[in-house]
């Protein structure tokens, strides 16, 4: 069976379930694969009406009635049981074009791949904790006989999960929605989507006429290149809303270890620096590097002579670590060439 029958396929089961598609919108593969119009569409028509009953969120009747730990658990735990019934799961259509076992090898060679390069980033830090979780989280419910699929391939749904959830407003719980889902990003996208009030139908609808072969995408939010590896897996060279993040600790020996961490508590410092694309540090930040670097307590939140050389330490050691990442992926090199300009412009600002 062809690729093309599959969209066919998943088209018709759309138009089936009651949505609807328009007529000159098809999913191709250029780089990546995605929504184009095959002909011009006008400004503010709607690309698809996908109907409430193929959203799929913790409130789906078809999600497993087991406890689950997080509204993502239970969108994992969703497109595991009905990946396992292959042709008998009601949503074959659109799970078939998610290519799980596609997905976890590449997940395997490429994520993977990714994950050492930026091993020594807070990326790395962070996508260790996930991978952490993950096995964690995939022993239990392995053990319960709450999962019967491979480890490889809950990592591969949890990465598909992660990947095209959209997080609908008004606190309506995250959730997949198949044909939005085939949607990329870009910050200045020509469509984007809505609930109906009336409805409740999720509409994807084009914000200016477009061209035959145009690409239909959609924001995925003003987000760092971190953020878009990290949950997407790629990553943009040129990122308005690129920032560096570090983790920062305090030496179980520092004196003042009990007024810091009191301070930082009381006024809700995240235990983070914030560098923004300019090289600034955002206020708390800076607001931080006064505590942590402060060396007696009539100091502890003033500007003191131990700033400057606290935080050049800091930058420079992230620095040095940058420089150990392999930089030979593009979206890797994207990442790392975005870091290392926003911590070198931090520190020329220190000069
Ligand atoms: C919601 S899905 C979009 C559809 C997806 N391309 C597919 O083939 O099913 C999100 C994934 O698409 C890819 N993607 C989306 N926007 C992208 C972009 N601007 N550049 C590169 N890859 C992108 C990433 O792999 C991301 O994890």
Sequence with gaps: MSVDSDYVK???????????????????????????????????????????????????????????????????LFLSHEYTKQEESDWYPWIKLLNIDKEADDLLKTKMNLFNC???????????????????????LNQSDKIHIS????????????????????????????????????????????????T????????RSLNPGEEITICYGSKSNEELLYLYGFCQSVNPNDRVTLPVSLSPDDLLLEDKLRLIKELHLPPRLTINIDGRLTDDSQRLVKILSAQTLSTIDHVNEHCKP??????????????????????????????????????????
Aim: hydrophobic share 40%; net charge negative; glycine share 2%.
């Design 310 to 351: 606290y935080l050049k330490n800091l930058l420079n050691e992230y620095l040095e670590n940058l420089n150990l990442c392999s930089d030979e992926e593009m979206f890797t090199k994207y990442y790392l060439d975005s870091q290392k300009s926003i911590v070198q412009k931090a520190l020329n600002d220190l000069e």
């Design 200 to 207: 409740h139908d999720l509409i994807l609808r084009s914000e």
């Design 10 to 76: 998943f088209f018709d089961w759309i138009r089936e379930k009651g949505g609807q598609v328009h007529k000159h919108i098809k999913i191709d593969t250029r780089e990546e694969r995605g929504l184009f119009a095959t002909s011009t569409i006008e400004s503010h028509a709607a690309l698809a009406i996908i109907p409430w009953s193929l959203v799929v969120n913790k409130q789906h009747v078809n999600l497993p009635t087991i406890d689950v730990a997080t509204e993502r658990q239970a969108l994992v």
């Design 118 to 140: 930026v091993e020594h980033s807070t990326l790395g830090q962070a996508l260790t904790a996930r991978y952490q979780q993950l096995e964690q989280e995939y022993g239990y």
């Design 151 to 198: 480890f490889e391939l809950f990592c591969a749904i949890d990465h598909l999960v992660w990947s095209r959830i959209l997080d609908l407003p008004d606190n309506e719980p995250i959730s997949l929605v198949p044909f939005i889902d085939f949607a990329n990003h870009n910050f200045n996208a020509n469509a984007r989507w809505f609930i109906d009030d009336t």
